[in-house]
């Protein structure tokens, strides 16, 4: 089972508080989770459950014909993901992959790589570009070891499968690489090649911020010739 869990999307993204409005960063995570879903489904090859409560993330999921697990606590995505795990395992489900929505990247292929190298019993562990966060995690069976998300969550993750003492592969998927937190991170999403509806944002967003950027930087040059 593959879980994607969304978080309430009109609160998303606050790191980029300061460079985006409330309603622009909204609009990336709905394209970021657009992206997201449809490599997803274009890889088909295991059933998937979109974790959330949020009313567009319902939306997209019924659209794609995927399961929905609700999360009304919106607590955050370790106990979303808990609940989740929980969940699968009480089925008999022996494989979760675990895959955020905010790596717009991601392409099936990706998807089909960290199948490909999953032990029969362990995980596979596929770390952010900067090799501190987590973003995508196979465990096999469903509940292996708890996942805890947040900034530097790659590290105790790894130690976390290492104590199963199963195997534990870590891959290394560039596109899966980049999360989407940071202005440089919304830099880098847009001079990626490709027209994903991310990118096309991600060009748009980036072009007004310079601009803004240019704009303040002219009347703080006024303001100063004129003191």
């Known amino acids: 089972m593959i879980l994607v869990p969304v978080k309430d999307l009109r609160n998303a993204k606050q790191r980029l508080s300061h460079v985006l409005s409330a309603a622009s960063r909204t609009e990336l995570a709905h394209a970021m989770l657009n ?3 449809r490599a997803i489904s274009e890889f088909g090859e295991d059933d998937v459950s979109v974790v959330t409560s949020d009313r567009y993330a319902l939306d997209l999921a019924k659209q794609h014909g ?10 955050s995505e370790t106990d979303a993901i808990a609940m989740a795990t929980e969940i699968c395992a009480a089925r008999g489900i022996e494989t979760t992959l675990v895959l955020p929505g905010d790596i717009p990247l991601i392409e099936a292929e990706d998807v089909h790589t960290i199948y490909e190298n999953a032990p029969a019993r362990g ?7 900067d090799k501190r966060g987590s973003n995508a995690m196979l465990r096999r069976p469903a509940g292996l070891f708890p996942l805890r998300f947040g900034n530097d969550s790659f590290m105790p993750h790894l130690a ?11 891959v290394s998927l560039p596109r899966i690489g980049l999360d989407i937190d940071t202005l440089e991170d919304l830099l880098q999403l847009s001079q990626a090649p490709g027209e994903k509806l991310s990118q096309l944002l991600a060009r ?3 072009a007004e911020v310079r601009r803004s950027a240019a704009h303040e930087f002219a009347n703080e040059t006024r303001l100063t010739a004129n003191c």
């Open 35 to 37: 992206d997201v879903l």
């Open 66 to 75: 995927f399961e929905i697990i609700r999360d009304d606590s919106n607590v």
């Open 123 to 129: 995980s596979v562990l596929a770390p952010s570009s």
């Open 160 to 170: 976390a499968a290492i104590a199963t003492d199963t195997s534990c592969v870590v």
């Open 204 to 206: 748009k967003l980036v």
